[in-house]
């Protein structure tokens, strides 16, 4: 059964920088893609960055393109989002998701990843 854990939420400060990390577990991974979802209240599950794991390319949303950095250490199963110059507009819940690659690599829309995390709380204050 895939887990997936995510961690280093927390409130910063508009124009600064955060990390957030997602550990995964339970299978091997070698032909999933991984993504970081956001939600804010009283809205919609919004895609934000994805990486294909075996050859860690990646694809961002036009909001978060230049300043958000997706990565993958796939020798330990870990996924990262860096995040720079943030703005107030980014706070929400950041969730952790994941699927197995059938066809096209980088998909968008929440129902196609099967597998989600918790979910971790950003604030960005201004």
């Known amino acids: 059964q895939v887990q997936l854990v995510e961690s280093g939420g927390g409130l910063v400060q508009a124009g600064g920088s955060h990390r957030l990390s997602c550990t995964a577990s339970?299978?091997?991974?070698?032909?999933?893609?991984m993504a970081w979802f956001r939600q804010s209240p009283g809205k919609e599950r919004e895609f934000v960055a994805a990486?294909?794991?075996?050859?860690?390319?990646?694809y961002y949303s036009d909001s978060v393109k230049g300043r958000f950095a997706i990565s993958g250490d796939n020798t330990n199963n870990t996924l990262y989002l860096q995040m720079n110059s943030l703005k107030p507009m980014d706070t929400a819940v950041y969730y952790c998701?994941?699927?197995?690659?059938?066809?096209?690599?980088?998909?968008?829309?929440?129902?196609?990843?099967?597998?989600w995390g918790q979910g971790t709380q950003v604030t960005v204050s201004s």
């Open positions: 339970g299978r091997p991974f070698s032909n999933f893609a």
């Open positions: 990486i294909e794991w075996s050859g860690l390319s990646t």
């Open positions: 998701a994941a699927r197995e690659v059938t066809g096209v690599v980088f998909v968008t829309s929440p129902g196609r990843y099967s597998y």
